[in-house]
């Protein structure tokens, strides 16, 4: 029996737009942080096999269908999870499978997650070999007391060491990513992160606020309030101390919380924003071909099963209504620093669905949180770090 994902209902000529993106998910950590909601299981090594297993399975179906089998790959990102978990050999046969049923651009950006205690030198040599050219790195902070506080199991000296390895095997673009907001964190905790990032001088580095999500030990110790964090004010202040850190140190703040220095803009993220097609492989991953939109099985129990019985992992199959791609229009516009482009907008959409927009637009503009440079529109630095609200107040 052939699997039924979902390739009656794709379309079976190129997609448009014919070097798509690609997503890996693997759905593996050595530990659990106590603020992800991700979709991850606990590393055990036979769980593994049967996960790649599967994959093998799932990408042979996916690259029989014309739309993913013809493309040219120009971006491929591997997340998690944590990727670099895996052994020495699971890493082979995963990049193996990756190689054996897709095609890549010769310039393709290939970006592997990590964290900074499951890496050796040997292992940042052997994903260079597979062609990664890009590691982000998942260090958080660069102090004992935030790593602590968010119960990473990485050393501040494990961060700086997993990075150095990097440099020294020949990784030319590195992302650090940086979580501001943690439970105690002070504004001198946060100063200290930075410096560390900034002498490094990676070539992209990733801030992202503590989010508290429910069901997460983060969300239980909240809902008993048994977690101190930082005020709203003091929250805005740390991303805003970021972006004043980072620019001043030469880097181009391109997305909300997205910096890099020129040349370095991760083109991953550039095509999930604009609106390009992509493909998402394994648990909890979601895929995009013109407009049209689905999602695996979030777990990765119910995703082997279904694997192994020959049934669809399709848990979201749905076509965009206009008011679904205007909001993803509005929103994946304004995040990124060139903003929305209006005539694209109105080209799209229509004059009149943007004039509808225009009191909100006039009043966050009064209030400091939007502008309109030429044909853009674009979030003030005050509008950046209420970039929800704002893109609820225009929907």
């Not at 000529?13 to 909601?37: E, Q, R, S, V």
């Not at 801030?207 to 929250?235: N, R, V």
Request: glycine share 6%; charged share 20%; with cysteine.
């Amino acid at each position: 029996m052939v699997l039924s994902f979902l390739s009656a209902h794709l379309p079976t000529c190129p997609p448009a737009h014919p070097m798509p993106a690609l997503y890996l998910h693997i759905p593996f950590c050595a530990h659990a942080c106590p603020y992800c909601d991700f979709s991850f299981e606990l590393l055990k090594g036979g769980q593994v096999k049967r996960y790649l297993d599967a994959l093998d399975i799932e990408m042979a179906q996916r690259a029989k269908e014309t739309i993913w089998g013809s493309a040219l790959f120009t971006t491929v990102f591997i997340g998690g999870g944590t990727p670099t978990a895996l052994s020495r050999d699971q890493l082979d046969k995963l990049f193996s499978l990756l190689h054996n049923h897709f095609r890549m651009a010769p310039a393709v950006e290939m970006t592997v997650e990590a964290n900074p205690e499951t890496l050796t030198r040997s292992k940042l040599t052997l994903l260079r070999s597979f062609g990664v050219n890009r590691l982000s790195l998942g260090v958080q902070a660069f102090t004992s007391v935030s790593l602590a506080r968010l119960g990473r199991h990485h050393t501040m000296n494990q961060g700086l060491r997993a990075f150095e390895w990097a440099r020294q095997v020949g990784f030319e673009n590195i992302n650090i990513d940086l979580m501001f907001g943690a439970p105690d964190q002070t504004m001198v905790d946060w100063d200290e992160t930075l410096s560390r990032t900034i002498d490094l001088a990676p070539d992209h580095v990733s801030t992202y606020g503590l989010t508290i999500e429910p069901g997460t030990p983060f969300g239980h110790q909240a809902e008993i309030d048994a977690l101190d964090l930082p005020d709203e004010d003091l929250h805005i202040d740390m991303y805003n101390r970021a972006l004043d850190r980072l620019i001043s140190a030469g880097y181009q703040h391109y997305e909300v919380s997205n910096l890099a220095r020129p040349g370095a803009v991760c083109q991953h993220n550039l095509a999930y924003w604009n609106g390009a097609d992509y493909l998402g492989l394994g648990p909890s991953a979601h895929s995009h071909i013109e407009g049209h939109r689905f999602a695996n099985v979030r777990d990765l129990k119910p995703y082997l099963e279904r694997i192994e019985t020959r049934a669809s992992i399709v848990d979201l199959d749905e076509t965009l209504s206009v008011d679904e791609r205007m909001h993803e229009f509005i929103l994946l516009g304004l995040r990124q620093a060139t903003g929305m482009d209006v005539q694209a907008f109105q080209h799209q959409f229509g004059h009149e669905a943007f004039q509808a927009r225009r009191p909100s637009i006039d009043t966050l503009t009064e209030s400091g949180f939007l502008e309109q440079n030429g044909t853009h529109l674009r979030l003030t630095r005050r509008g950046l770090a209420v970039v929800d609200s704002v893109c609820e107040r225009l929907m």
